[in-house]
C-alpha cells in the first residue's frame, strides 16, 4: 500500500478504525450511561468530517484506480456525515424512551456511514459492491434494532431479503459487464465500449441488472415495495438515516456508474430511467395521500424525491448537460437530506412511547402547544412541496431546469404536476397542525430542539442564497467530468 | 474446451431459478438459500469469463479481476449469512414461524 492508496481511503479509514476502537471501548461503558458511546460516536464523525475536509483540493486515485478521493466523494461524504453526526445526537434520548439503549447502535451506524462514503468513492465494480454490502449489512441490523418489538423484526426481515435480492441483481449485473469488457474498473469499462471491444448484448443486460440493483437502494418504483414497510417498522431514528444515508449512498454509486462506466450507453439508459423516473414521481406522491400514518405518509415521500433527482440522472444522459445534470443532483441531495432529516425529527419528537402507528392526527394541536416546532415542521413540508422561500423548491427548480435543458420537457411536466398533487397531503399535515385542536403540551428534549432548528435556519438560509452550495456542487464535480 | 457461452447458459438458469425462488417460495430460510443460489449463478459467470480472457500459460490481468471478485462475493455472502440467520432466529423467537406471509404486522 503507497502513501497515495492509503491517502486516497484516509476519511475511510479514519472512520472504520474508530468504529473498531469503539466497539471495544463501548465494553467498559455501564449500560445506563450508552450517551458516552454516543459522544464518541459523535466526535468520530467530526473527527472523519475534519479530515475530508483537510483533503480539499486533493485529487486522489488508488490501489491501481479502484477507489478515488475527488469532490464528488467529499460532497457526498459530508452530506452523509452530517446526517450521520444529526442522528447520532438524536438517538440517546429515543433509544433511552424506548428501552433500548445498545452501545451496538452507533458503532452499526458508523458502519453504515463508512459504506456510504466508499460508495462515492469507488471507481471500480467491485469496490461498488464491497460498499453496498458495507452499506447495507449494518443497517439490516438497525432496522431490526427494537428487537424483540415485532414490527422491528419484521422490517428488518423484509429489508434484508430484498436488500439481499437486489445485491443479488447488482452482482449478475456485474458479472455480465465484466464478460462484456473484461474490466471491472469504470475508466476500462468505457474505454472498452468507445474502442468497440465490448460486447453490447451483455452489456446492456448487464447495465440493466445494475440499475434494478441501486433501484431497490434508492427505493425506485417498480422496485420501491420494500419502502413503506421497512420505514414503518424501524425504529424512527434509524428510518431517519435510511431515508438520508442509504439514498445519498445509492445515488452517489448511480450516478458514478452510469456517468463513467456508462456514457457511451446513454441513448439506451436515458430514456429507461426517465420512465422509471416518471413512475416513481407518479405513484409515490399519489400513493402518499392514503397513508394515515405520517411514517408511511414520509416514506412515499422519500420514494417520491428518489423520482426528482433520477431526474437528474436521466438529464445527465446528454453530455454536453452532464455536469449540470450531476451538480443539481448533489444539491438535491443535500437539500433532500436537510429538509428530511428536520421532518423526521419533528416525527420523533411527537412520537408516543409505545406509539407504533403514528397517525397524522398526532400533530393536531401542535401550533398550539409548540408554535416554534410547529412553524419549523411547516418549513419543512413547504420544502418538501418545492415551495419558496425555501432549499427544496432551488433543488426542484435546477431539477427541472437541468431534464429540459437536456429535451425531457415531459419529465419535467410530470415533475410539476406530481408537485402540486405531493402539495395536497404535504399541507394536510400543515393543515392538522395549525387548525386542529391538540391534548395538550409536547416534550421536547433539547437535542431535539437544536437539531430541527438548525434544520429550519438551514432550509430557509440555503433557499434564499442557494447561490455559493451550488457553485460547491459544481466544482464538487469538475474532477469527476475531468477524468471521464 | 466447452465453449463460455455454454456456462454462461447455466449461470443464466441458475439465476432464474434463485430469482423465481425468492418471488415463489414462502419460507424465509428458503428464499435466503435462493438468493445464495444468485450469487453464486454470478459466480460461475464470472470464473467462466475469466478463463476466456486467459491466454494460454501467462496471467492476464483481465482474468485476475474477475477471479477476484469471487473471493468479495463468497466473503460478503457469508457475512450476509450471518446477519440473515441471526434475524431469521430472533425473528422464530418471537413468532414461533419463519413462513413470510405470516410476517404481516406492517400492511403492504
Known sequence: MTTSDFNAILPVLVLTSWACVLLLVDLWIPKDRKAITAWLAAAGLAATLAVVWLLSGFNLSGFGGMVALDGFSRFVSAVVLVAG?????????????????RGEFYILLLFTISGAMLMASASDLVIVFLALELLSIPLYVLAGFARPRAESEESALKYFLLGAFASGFFVYGVALTYGATASTNFQQIAAAVAAGQANLLLLSGGAALILVGLGF????????????????GAPTVVTAFMSVGAKVGGFAALL???????????????????????????????????????????????????????MAVVAGGAAAFSQFAASSALFYLLAYGIMNL????????????DGTTNPID??????????????????????????????GFIGKFYVFRAAI?????????????????????????????????????VALPRSLGWVVGVMAVATLVLGVVPAPLMAAAGRALLSLFASA | MIPTSYYILLSAILFVIGATGVLVRRNAIVIFMSVELMLN???????????????????????????????????????????????IVAIFKTKHSIDVDEVHQLKG
Open chain 1, 85 to 101: 453526526i444529526v442522528v447520532v445526537v438524536i438517538a440517546p434520548g429515543y433509544l433511552n424512551q424506548r428501552q433500548i439503549e
Open chain 1, 217 to 232: 437502494k434508492v427505493a425506485a418504483v417498480p422496485f420501491h415495495m420494500w419502502t413503506p414497510d421497512v420505514y414503518e
Open chain 1, 256 to 310: 458514478r456508474v452510469f456517468f463513467t462506466a456508462f456514457p457511451a450507453l446513454s441513448a439506451n439508459w436515458a430514456p429507461t430511467i426517465a420512465l422509471i423516473a416518471a413512475l416513481t414521481m407518479t405513484l409515490g406522491n399519489v400513493a402518499a395521500i392514503a397513508q394515515s400514518s405520517i411514517k408511511r405518509r414520509l416514506a412515499y415521500s422519500s420514494i417520491a424525491h428518489a423520482g426528482y433527482i433520477l
Open chain 1, 342 to 353: 428536520g421532518a423526521w425529527a419533528v416525527v420523533i419528537a411527537l412520537e408516543k412511547r
Open chain 1, 362 to 391: 398526532d400533530f393536531a394541536g401542535l401550533g398550539a402547544a409548540r408554535p416554534g416546532l410547529a412553524i419549523a415542521m411547516t418549513l419543512f413540508m413547504l420544502s418538501l412541496t418545492g415551495l419558496p422561500p425555501t432549499v
Open chain 1, 405 to 441: 435543458d437536456a429535451g425531457y420537457m415531459w419529465l419535467a411536466l410530470i415533475g410539476v404536476v406530481t408537485s402540486l398533487v405531493s402539495a395536497f397531503y404535504y399541507l394536510r399535515v400543515v393543515m392538522v397542525m395549525w387548525m386542529k385542536p391538540g391534548e395538550g403540551p
Open chain 2, 41 to 87: 449463478s454470478a459466480n460461475l459467470a464470472f470464473v467462466a469469463f475469466a478463463r476466456q480472457f486467459q491466454p494460454a500459460g501467462a496471467v492476464s490481468q483481465a482474468a485476475l479481476s474477475g477471479q477476484v471478485f469471487v473471493f468479495f462475493i463468497m466473503t460478503v455472502a457469508a457475512a450476509e449469512v450471518a446477519v440473515g440467520l441471526a434475524l
